[in-house]
């Protein structure tokens, strides 16, 4: 990669490793997030959205989304053990919301899709459903099946 930029412009110094990572990267954000800041201060409306999830070296992390004129990464929250109760999720929105100084106006809708996502799982489970949902399960496989035959 040096040997390339130094054939197409030799007098460009490539930033080292430790300077990105060290100095330039944190910058960035700093700027970045002063930047969202301000733009979800500004702003008449603001959503913001939560998600806890696991990565993939098992660690539970919560992600904050934010969502005025249009949406922005806010932070993940490595929640280590911190078990992820209602009141543990509003602790971390109230300091978004602090943040942001929208707490008089504060609106809380429940996540639409988790609540279907609920709410089918509890229709699944009884049992006079189950010729359906096997049939819809057979419909989806051979969907499935065709569609891998097609590629």
């Given at each position: 990669?040096?040997?390339?930029?130094?054939?197409?412009?030799?007098?460009?110094?490539?930033?080292t490793r430790?300077?990105?990572?060290?100095?330039?990267?944190?910058?960035?954000?700093?700027?970045?997030?002063?930047?969202?800041?301000?733009?979800?201060?500004?702003?008449?409306?603001?959503?913001?959205?939560?998600?806890?999830?696991?990565?993939?070296?098992?660690?539970?992390?919560?992600?904050?989304?934010?969502?005025?004129?249009?949406?922005?990464?806010?932070?993940?929250?490595?929640?280590?053990?911190?078990?992820?109760?209602?009141?543990?999720?509003?602790?971390?929105?109230?300091?978004?919301?602090?943040?942001?100084?929208?707490?008089?106006?504060?609106?809380?809708?429940?996540?639409?899709?988790?609540?279907?996502?609920?709410?089918?799982k509890d229709?699944?489970?009884?049992?006079?459903?189950?010729?359906?949902?096997?049939?819809?399960?057979?419909?989806?496989?051979?969907?499935?099946?065709?569609?891998?035959?097609?590629?």
């Open positions: 990669m040096k040997q390339l930029f130094k054939k197409l412009k030799p007098a460009y110094t490539l930033a430790k300077a990105i990572s060290e100095t330039l990267l944190r910058e960035k954000v700093s700027k970045i997030t002063a930047n969202i800041t301000s733009e979800m201060k500004l702003a008449e409306n603001i959503a913001l959205f939560i998600d806890g999830w696991t990565n993939v070296r098992r660690e539970s992390i919560v992600n904050i989304m934010g969502c005025c004129l249009k949406p922005y990464y806010i932070k993940s929250i490595p929640t280590n053990e911190e078990p992820h109760t209602a009141e543990y999720m509003a602790k971390l929105i109230e300091n978004e919301i602090q943040k942001y100084e929208k707490y008089p106006d504060v609106e809380v809708f429940g996540c639409a899709a988790h609540k279907l996502n609920l709410i089918i229709i699944a489970a009884i049992h006079y459903f189950n010729s359906t949902i096997a049939a819809a399960k057979g419909i989806v496989n051979q969907i499935n099946n065709s569609a891998a035959k097609l590629s």
